[in-house]
């Protein structure tokens, strides 16, 4: 179904500006290929913003939203509101001059509230923020005050991705979730920061990356970062950018790239086997990418390809935390 604009009660086209997205906010050319649209156009009401729509193919609205500049990634000013394909709202939430400030709100697609996340800036006018409700999937509350259990789901909020506890508003503990039907993965935080993160198979046998000394030419080695993973915790701090829409809506979480390493070392064929959203999975091939070449796994003494699955973690407010990425899946 094509999208009429004029339907809309839009603006004069001299002043709107109008994009055309499919999924993943790919841009495209056309309204037949896209997914949604978006119409960009100067507030009347306040000049020195501008007004974001955004429509699903059936018509119904997708965002509701002012910024500061008409960019294709805006920094929002004022509330801001998403919708499910179905006309019932998924998120609302307040930006000031691009930055996500006071209670954020999530809905199932029923209409049900799922959780309440209050944003705020700490003591060192970094970008934080507390979990404070949250609901499962049956309405029952899980979370109240910042303390009890707390479920992340998929972005439609219909697959759980991962799930643990909470106190005073911070992720501790172990939380649990699954990469795939065969994997399992642990992350353990403190105080809301992610520490470590392992993965098990369906046996629950830890899958490690472990190195074998080369005379050995009888085992397998893995291959592995030049100059081990203390050099690859710095390789990352310094190279990773946290995207600017992921900061503005205080996205943080793992991101799991999967990649293959040549018999020469080189990367190549990478996807992501677990992302999250606003251009943290972008972020996170960009910089495994820059990290190649890698010192390729060996077999029997022979240079040999094999794969990779490296978690980047996303904390939002901090630098780039020293995650145990030796414990990656390397897979022979």
């Known amino acids: 179904m094509a999208i009429s604009v004029a339907a809309q009660n839009t603006p004069p086209k001299t002043d709107t500006l109008i994009y055309y997205f499919r999924a993943g906010n790919e841009m495209v050319n056309t309204m037949d290929s896209a997914e949604y649209i978006r119409l960009v156009y100067p507030d009347a009401e306040q000049p020195q913003l501008f007004v974001i729509r955004e429509m699903y193919k059936n018509g119904k609205p997708k965002l509701s939203a002012k910024a500061l500049d008409k960019e294709l990634k805006p920094r929002f000013d004022g509330n801001y509101i998403e919708f499910y394909d179905n006309g019932k709202r998924k998120c609302q939430m307040f930006f000031v001059k691009g930055q996500l400030k006071g209670k954020a709100y999530t809905y199932f697609q029923e209409g049900r509230l799922y959780a309440v996340v209050d944003n705020y800036f700490d003591d060192a006018n970094r970008p934080a923020q507390k979990l404070e409700e949250c609901y499962d999937a049956d309405g029952k509350q899980i979370c109240q005050k910042g303390d009890g259990l707390w479920i992340e789901y998929d972005g439609d909020l219909k697959t759980i991705d991962i799930s643990g506890n909470v106190n005073n508003g911070h992720k501790i503990g172990e939380w649990n979730g699954y990469l795939q039907d065969s994997l399992k993965y642990v992350e353990t935080y403190s105080g809301g920061i992610m520490k470590t993160w392992q993965i098990f198979d369906k046996q629950d046998n830890k899958v490690e990356y472990t190195e074998v000394p080369l005379a050995d030419s009888s085992t397998y080695r893995g291959a592995g970062y030049a100059g081990g993973s203390r050099a690859l915790y710095k390789f990352l701090a310094e190279q990773i950018r946290y995207p600017r829409a992921a900061i503005q809506t205080r996205t943080s979480g793992t991101v799991f ?72 899946k390397s897979d022979k």
């Open 257 to 328: 790239v999967n990649f293959t390493i040549s018999a020469n070392g080189e990367l190549s064929n990478f996807r992501i086997v677990k992302g999250i959203k606003n251009g943290c999975n972008d972020e996170a091939v960009r910089v495994v990418k820059l990290s190649s070449p890698w010192i390729p796994a060996y077999r029997n003494g022979k240079a040999i390809a094999s794969t990779f699955t490296m978690p980047i973690a996303f904390n939002i407010g901090r630098t780039m935390q020293p995650v145990d990425f030796s414990k990656g």
